[in-house]
């Protein structure tokens, strides 16, 4: 398989074969861009200026407090939480609320530097695995491997760009299809043994793998993993009805 530096990231994402691919790809860049953000690019004005008025989602400002520095958080809040107090909240306001004040403050509690951000990276991503896929082999090969991709990344596998996969676009879809499809199938199928466990008339069967079908149903329907630690485990007994 030809790479090149476009192409390396992707087929690294892709090699692991465990879980959906895209949301690995996604992964790689928030905690890149976590890493940027509180490290290198924390005293960057051109930055500073983006983060200011652009704020963090939950997801991002909890990555950032993991992976960075108290300090390199705590002086990115400190300039985000001024400007929101100069131009968006001011302490002591007088008259009417302030329409464009309201709706800015509105498009900030909906923003996120990172979530812009990761969203065109990604999308540039798509744009190379559909051009991976058409000219080389050995990458439809690795992507008929994965285990699934999620119900999110199929939407933006086949949704994003059509016209860019041209000619391959049936031969895409099917395959991505068949990725996804296929393992809603055993999900449902799962999920259904999972429930029929808690059946007293099911005692002597055996959980199979549908002890962790809501962990895997949820990282699918969503693009993110409950962590082990946080996940239940079915009674062995199963509950009677």
């Not at 992964?27 to 490290?39: F, P, S, V, W």
């Not at 299809?177 to 099911?202: A, P, Q, W």
């Not at 549908?210 to 962590?227: A, N, Q, V």
């Amino acid at each position: 398989m030809k790479e090149n530096i476009c192409s390396i990231p992707v087929n690294d994402v892709f090699l692991p074969k465990d879980g959906c691919p895209m949301c690995r790809m996604r992964d790689m860049l928030e905690a890149r861009k976590a890493d940027y953000i509180t490290g290198s690019a924390m005293m960057e004005p051109n930055v500073r200026i983006k983060t200011n008025e652009q704020g963090f989602c939950f997801r991002h400002f909890s990555m950032m407090v993991k992976q960075g520095k108290r300090l390199s958080n705590a002086l990115i809040l400190e300039s985000h939480l001024l400007q929101i107090s100069e131009q968006l909240v001011p302490p002591a306001p007088s008259g009417k609320p302030d329409k464009k004040r309201m709706a800015a403050l509105g498009t900030l509690l909906n923003d996120c530097f990172i979530c812009r951000d990761i969203k065109e990276n990604m999308e540039n991503m798509v744009r190379i695995v559909h051009a991976m896929w058409i000219s080389e082999p050995e990458f439809r090969q690795l992507y008929s491997e994965q285990k699934f991709i999620c119900l999110e990344h199929f939407y933006q596998l086949i949704n994003f760009d059509q016209k860019g996969l041209g000619k391959s676009l049936q031969a895409f879809y099917e395959e991505t299809s068949r990725l996804t499809g296929g393992y809603l199938v055993e999900l449902k199928n799962d999920i259904t043994h999972f429930c029929r466990m808690f059946d007293y008339r099911s005692g002597n069967l055996s959980w199979g793998n549908s002890k962790d079908s809501i962990e895997r149903s949820i990282e699918f329907l969503t693009g993110d993993r409950i962590p082990t630690e946080e996940s239940s485990e079915p009674d062995e007994e199963a509950e009677t009805n």
